[in-house]
């Protein structure tokens, strides 16, 4: 068996690169290629031991997350989030509200659902996974702007999500409503995060200063970033925000240094401690995709789970394609993108993680779960389909939609040839 484990890990990563290289030429996403392959070594074949992995899905999801989110923060510039924060903070609350919205209708109208039911199902699948889209939206021929609202957006969704499901299982459990509390503990879990990974990422400079060329210098970045998240997350704030801020602040490094103290020489980040971190996230990131799809049970899969799913699937696209029609209404430098940030919808790891919370706490729901993991896994099918529709060009290649100053520069060049 020791054998086959390790054997099984070779392949997983060979695999991986696979999928990369396959995004790079044809871009059509690899998340599906590592679920599907999750899915025949869990469910299918059962080499893999479903009972047993289930339980590690919280610790090795912050894992996944604390990795991933770190690498979505030091490819990103601070200074032109600052200036997206806004923007990108209503286009996540309004994705939010709508899917909720629109998932709690469908199941109480359409379905006779308990209305608290279906208002948490629709908290639980509220939010895009930042596990999956931040890795994506990194390679992909959009503008600047365009990633970084759907980089935030999938970052904060965390806490909406998270913050959300669990309020609402106490209200179904407790059968009291105390809308001030968890409007304070959102707030609460923001600010606290923002602040801690603004603190730890400029003292984490100072260090890197002196030991960002020495050996293990990454490994201690990494250790830090361990540390922050169980820190953070140990006041009841949100540790994902914390790490992505801790990133920003390293990944624009030079900028803020010569803006603190004038600094003529920059700190360079492209190095070792750069490129190791790459090499990490990609193993992480193949390992999380696998492991979502060995966690998925195909035999709570039925026809009417099916139905109910396909239904929710389709109020969550129309839902998120209104405001995003109306988002672009106010910003059109995004229009070029609309059906790229429509399609950008994949659940992840975390809505797995929670669809399972309220039956740990009594709150037995027929078929609860299984839905759940069926819209995970055909929001991420989706958003591949969608992906590989616009970076082959359908409908994005007329030049109408290239004009002006925030055409991204190979799709143009692609174009003119």
Known sequence: MVEVGIFLIGAIIFIGFVGTYLFERTKIPDVLLLMVIGILLGPVFRIVDVNFLFPL??????????????DGGLNMNLFKVIGELAPATVFTVLCFLGCVAATGAILTWGFGWNVWHALLLGVILGGTASNVVIPIVSKLTVSDETKTI???????????TIVGAIALVEVIATNSVDVQSVSNAILGAFSIAAVAGVVAGLAW???????????????????????LYAAVESVKANG?????????????????????DGKKKPLEMEGPLKRFHTEISFFIRTFFFVYTGILLDLTAITGPVAVVSLAVLVGLFASRRLVVELFSRFSRRIEPYKMLMT????RGLAMAVLISIPSSRGIQ????????????????????????AYERGKGLARPALFSGASRPRVLSQRVKR
């Not at 399609?343 to 994949?346: A, E, S, T």
């Open 205 to 227: 400079l100072k260090f890197l200063e002196y030991f960002h060329e020495k050996s293990f210098g990454y490994m201690l970045t990494l250790a830090a970033l361990f540390v």
């Open 240 to 260: 994902a925000i914390a790490v992505l801020v801790f990133g920003l602040i390293l990944g624009s490094s030079n900028q803020l240094m010569r803006f603190i």
């Open 365 to 388: 729901v027929p078929g609860f779960e299984a839905i759940g993991l069926l819209i995970l896994l055909l929001t991420n099918l989706l958003a591949t389909v969608g992906i590989f």
């Open 57 to 70: 899905a919280p610790f090795f999801g912050a894992v996944a997350l604390i990795v991933i989110l770190f």
């Open 150 to 160: 759907l980089s935030l957006e999938s970052a904060l969704n965390d806490t909406l």
């Open 343 to 346: 399609v950008m919808m994949p």
